[in-house]
């Protein structure tokens, strides 16, 4: 089995900063991508950022220079540090990685979501 869990959100002023991490764990052979979508009330789900597995990064045109996506030596833990947020970018933050399984199984996990709000 595979988890996604995500922690780090909370309520922020506006131009504060928040960190939130996620973590996959489980019988993983191989992870190609990892990343973040969010969703606002009333709104689609949207992409964040994404991090593959040999490093390279992609954003939303919303986050850049704002936003960065990195991950531990292990591969397995991204980060997205958050800077100079504002209120648009109040939503619940998901995570989600694109893995195969050790049983050879390749799809994508996602984790429950945290909550981010920034205040005006």
């Known amino acids: 089995q595979v988890q996604v869990v995500e922690s780090g959100g909370g309520l922020v002023q506006t131009g504060g900063t928040l960190r939130l991490s996620c973590a996959a764990s489980?019988?993983?052979?191989?992870?190609?991508?990892m990343g973040w979508y969010r969703q606002a009330p009333g709104k689609q789900r949207e992409l964040v950022a994404t991090?593959?597995?040999?490093?390279?990064?992609n954003y939303a045109d919303s986050v850049k220079g704002r936003f960065t996506i990195s991950r531990d030596n292990a591969k397995t833990t991204v980060h997205l540090q958050m800077n100079s947020l504002k209120p648009e970018d109040t939503a619940v933050y998901y995570c989600?990685?694109?893995?195969?399984?050790?049983?050879?199984?390749?799809?994508?996990?996602w984790g429950q979501g945290t909550q981010v709000t920034v205040s005006s």
């Open positions: 989600y990685a694109d893995l195969t399984t050790s049983g050879g199984s390749r799809r994508n996990y």
């Open positions: 489980g019988s993983i052979f191989s992870i190609y991508l």
């Open positions: 991090i593959t597995g040999l490093g390279s990064t």
